[in-house]
């Protein structure tokens, strides 16, 4: 519990608001109000009533989705495709794919900082303690990932970029919904989760552009990790059967796994472009649980 003394021999309506972040770097804010002897005028009343969605403004919460479904697609084609080239050959238009992801990793992060500040408050002390939060220090953790990322692709050798891809993987554990009671479970489950989801969804990338039959057996494994681990999480996070149908975070959840069923189904069947569809909605589902406060 916070308190914070106020001094005032005024009366009338006083509105108090609060922001502040969670261990996981989710923003929160709100807003509560109380009286001293007879209600009065307030410019800031309109605070009470502002329309939010989980922890956050509609407008932050749109951000953060976009930031996150930026940033999975970034991951999967960078560390996706230098996996692929690994287990199967190497292809220049699949080099330059791996740029675009890079580019999509650094582009993530001034969205996910624009949504942190539209979340809580677009001024200049609410940067800096943003900035200055675990947060900003994971955006620079994740930018320089990026960075170093960029120079290492001219190597021949993939293994310092997947590396990076770990270390990105576990970063992105950081800044995950934690695990009450749990929070180390939490960060190598989510990573592994982020990792598999990469492999997968990269993967089938770059199949659509350089077909390997060994891609089957690799794909479906990346597949089955990912779903594997998203189970796990879901059940920590759910707390109760009830959530998956009276939270937006269940029923999202919900769709999500439907939609992954189909997708396992294609990549069976080896209709990879429907399945690299299904992905890419997977991702943008994916992108909207992470901004979303879990039920417990």
């Not at 238009?93 to 942190?116: D, K, W």
């Not at 009276?246 to 999202?252: K, L, Q």
């Amino acid at each position: 519990m916070l308190t914070a003394p106020i001094s005032s021999t005024e009366t009338g309506t006083y509105v108090v608001t609060w922001q502040a972040f969670a261990a996981d770097t989710h923003p929160s804010r709100g807003a509560f109000s109380f009286v001293v002897g007879q209600p009065s005028a307030n410019p800031y009343l309109a605070a009470l009533s502002g329309g939010e969605i989980g922890t956050a403004t509609p407008l932050g919460f749109a951000l953060q989705a976009l930031a996150r479904l930026i940033h999975f697609l970034g991951f999967a084609l960078t560390f996706g495709i230098i996996a692929y080239q690994v287990v199967s050959r190497r292809e220049p238009r699949l080099r330059r794919l791996a740029v675009i992801g890079v580019v999509l990793l650094i582009a993530a992060e001034p969205v996910a900082l624009v949504a942190q500040l539209a979340s809580l408050s677009f001024d200049g002390d609410t940067t800096i303690g943003v900035l200055a939060s675990p947060f900003g220090r994971l955006l620079g953790l994740r930018l320089g990932v990026a960075l170093l990322v960029w120079a290492l692709l001219a190597l021949e050798s993939p293994w310092p970029v997947l590396g990076l891809g770990g270390v990105m993987a576990l970063i992105d554990g950081a800044s995950a919904h934690a695990i009450p009671g749990l929070p180390g479970a939490g960060l190598l489950l989510d990573a592994i989760h982020v990792a598999a989801m990469g492999i997968w969804v990269g993967g089938i990338v770059a199949f659509l552009l350089a077909p390997d039959r060994r891609f089957r057996a690799y794909g479906i494994g990346g597949l089955a990790v990912a779903i594997g681990t998203g189970l796990l999480l879901a059940l920590a996070h759910l707390g109760s059967p009830a959530a998956l149908v009276t939270t937006s975070y269940g029923r999202i959840l919900l769709v999500k796994a439907a939609v992954v069923a189909v997708a396992v189904a294609m990549a069976l069947l080896a209709r990879r472009r429907i399945e690299a569809r299904l992905a890419v909605l997977i991702l943008v589902m994916a992108a909207v649980l992470v901004s979303l406060p879990p039920p417990r």
